[in-house]
DNA sequence: CTCTGAATAGAGCGATCGTTTTAGTGAGGG
DNA sequence: CCCTCACTAAAACGATCGCTCTATTCAGAG
């Protein structure tokens, strides 16, 4: 077999979780997505649904991570890296057909009061991904607080405005977004 | 009858909605929730569970209209006005245990590929606020192209902050989304 | 009074939910 | 050879989903 079980049924609810968040994705829609049995499933993850659930959160959160810091080191100014990102999400998410946005941001809310580890797992994404942002400020000089805050607020930002894109079906928001982070990040370079 | 049936109905399924999402919040619960029958909920809405959700998000994009008017409006300097909207909304945030957050993101996000009425409620919602910003640069004597971008800027980045601020149950998000979104404004005063 | 129609009340429909259970398959070690 | 055990397969469980249906209540018009 090229891909494992396992791995497979990853890749799909990391999918389908991302189209449709928790609520809206089912236990059976995952394994026949993932050309899977039920029993397959529950035989990988003995906790359900939500164990599911948060291995592919995890899955996502990687791999964002990584487009995250290709898009990052592929401008030196800090600037347009961050155009950059922007510019990367508006192509993905157009090309998507206004599917594909935020891995993480549906099934965060929709399982917000409910304490269970898919906020948590949701949570450490965020946090991951602010933090790359503030690494390479930090590689282009930016003092340590400035980093870290203008790593939050580029994050939080592009979350709105992927979400506002996929509502609008126009990548405007994106770019919007991507050209004023810009002028924000340079407001801080001496 | 204090308040009409039909405005319960909305009201509780505008709550249900912000909490849980569309596919989340059922129509038995908004019934109970509304202190409605089920009879009540099918004959005030024959159209169903979606014809529910958008009375019940026009609603909320009105209410929250009512804020945001009420936030930009109490400073004078459009700076500090914003930094008022995003303060605002972290006190409600955390008062309500983290779990009052914008009223229409997570239903959006779960009827993207539904082609639903839903999503163009959510898309007016929003365009309505980035409108209500903009007035507000407008007035403070912003060029119409700054302000129309700073609008869609300004809300895009309170939206995702909001939900960073969720997940992390931490208003922190907020507050540094309020002090970037300031600079940002202020760069472009004359 | 009767009649009417809006509004309320709740039983019940088929479908699907997450999960459990039982049976079957097939490769590897004794 | 048989036995083991990880894995696959599918039937079935109770609960809940959105929705339809019938019955009932009740205020106002004639």
Known sequence: MQTSTRDRIVVAAARLLQRQGYVGTGIKQIAQEAQATLGSVYHFFPGGKETVAVAAIRHSTEE???????ALDSEEDPAEAVTACARQLADELRESGWTDGCPVTAAALETLGTDSEI????????RGWEQLVADK??????????????????????????????????????????????????????
Chains 1, 2 share one sequence.
């Open 64 to 70: 964002f991570s990584a487009l995250l810091r290709k």
């Open 137 to 190: 400020l930090l590689r282009c000089g930016f003092p340590a607080e400035s980093a870290r805050e203008l790593g939050t607020m580029v994050i939080c930002a592009l979350e709105g405005a992927e979400v506002t894109a996929q509502v609008n079906r126009s990548e405007e928001p994106l770019l919007v977004a991507g050209r004023q982070l810009a002028r924000l990040v340079g407001s801080y370079e001496v």
């Open 119 to 126: 906020q948590q797992a949701c949570a450490d994404a965020l």
